[in-house]
């Protein structure tokens, strides 16, 4: 699993977490495993049965509030209390200025007491995006990601198959490159599963024999986009004679990308086929079923009722024929 020292997050500079060591300095070795903040309002009152000590913990106002308004010994107890939990770091928002005794006990733990002039909300928030691209898995796949209609499909299969050349048919049309050739994934919580293009080559695609285009450039704006959700993944293979191919739409498969369950469509391919409109009507037949409309399922139902109404009218027949 994935972690980070409280020194490495002390360090960084270019998350916006402005934020400065007041005391702890022994315990910035240790480490921070899950991309989720806490408020520890309710254990300075004394109940930690939901303290989460592996979390950055965060006090704002109204923590240092509340601990203000105690009386100076009672104060002090509940800091200690709390302390014990051996709490991975605390976080003062708004600048404010740390109780002293907060200061000396997390000084005496050996837990890193950090300040940053950001507003609890804007630093919870920072915090956690940082820690979420630094913590939640990633890896990289090979393919080409574009949102049509809203709906991330994720385009895949051998090199050369046609899935550049279909992206940018569907750019044509309108929609959007995210990402070709070299996807990055990461998982953000609950469990979904966002993609983007790498560094060096974001917004770029190769097309053989047109070489490297730029399509933000070509396109404009509203032909790329940073990042987004993959809902869908369409999996491209030559056509194959005598392979079962599913002719009715009632067989779902998924394919698992970092523990993601994906909804998985393989199309054949072979001349005469048009791709790229293929792809926006899976999309489009994607945003039906989201929506709880399922045509292949409705039409599997026509059909077993037509059935039921030809047997009926025909065992009536037969009986009718007995009965005379």
């Not at 977490?17 to 309002?41: C, F, R, Y």
């Not at 950090?114 to 909300?121: A, C, D, F």
């Not at 050739?181 to 953000?188: A, C, L, T």
Request: aromatic fraction near 4%.
């Amino acid at each position: 699993m994935a972690e980070l020292t409280i020194q490495e997050i002390l360090d960084d500079k270019e998350a916006g977490l402005d934020l400065e060591l007041l005391a702890g300095a022994s315990g910035l070795h240790k480490t921070v495993q899950i991309p989720k903040i806490q408020k520890p309002g309710l254990a300075l009152t004394g109940y930690a049965e939901n303290l989460h000590s592996d979390r950055i913990q965060v006090l704002g106002s109204t923590e240092l509030s509340y601990l203000h308004h105690l009386p100076p010994q009672k104060a002090k107890q509940q800091i200690q209390t709390l302390c014990e939990h051996d709490i991975s770091c605390f976080i003062i928002t708004k600048g404010q200025e740390a109780p002293a005794d907060l200061v000396r006990e997390t000084d005496r733990q050996g837990i890193p007491l950090l300040l940053t002039r950001n507003k609890s909300s804007i630093i919870i928030s920072l915090i956690t995006k940082f820690l979420e691209e630094r913590l939640l898995p990633t890896t990289t796949v090979h393919g080409v990601l574009i949102d049509v209609l809203g709906i991330g499909v994720l385009l895949q299969g051998k090199s050369g198959i046609g899935k550049s050349e279909c992206a940018l048919d569907l750019v044509l049309r309108g929609y959007r490159l995210v990402a070709d050739d070299v996807v990055r994934v990461r998982f953000k919580l609950p469990k979904v599963l966002f993609g983007e293009g790498m560094d060096l080559s974001q917004y770029h695609m190769e097309i053989r024999g047109l070489g490297i285009l730029n399509i933000k450039h070509l396109f404009g704006v509203a032909s790329i986009r940073e990042r987004k959700k993959i809902d869908m993944v369409i999996e491209l293979h030559e056509w194959e004679d005598g392979a079962h191919y599913d002719r009715l739409g009632l067989d779902e498969e998924y394919t698992t990308l970092l523990g993601v369950d994906l909804p998985l469509l393989r199309i054949p391919l072979h001349p005469g086929r048009n791709l790229s409109t293929m792809v926006e009507v899976a999309a489009r037949n994607f945003v039906l079923k989201d929506m709880g409309y399922h045509a292949a399922r409705e039409f599997e139902n026509l059909l077993e009722q037509r059935m039921a109404e030809v047997a009926k009218a025909h065992a009536k027949g037969i009986i009718g024929d007995n009965l005379e």
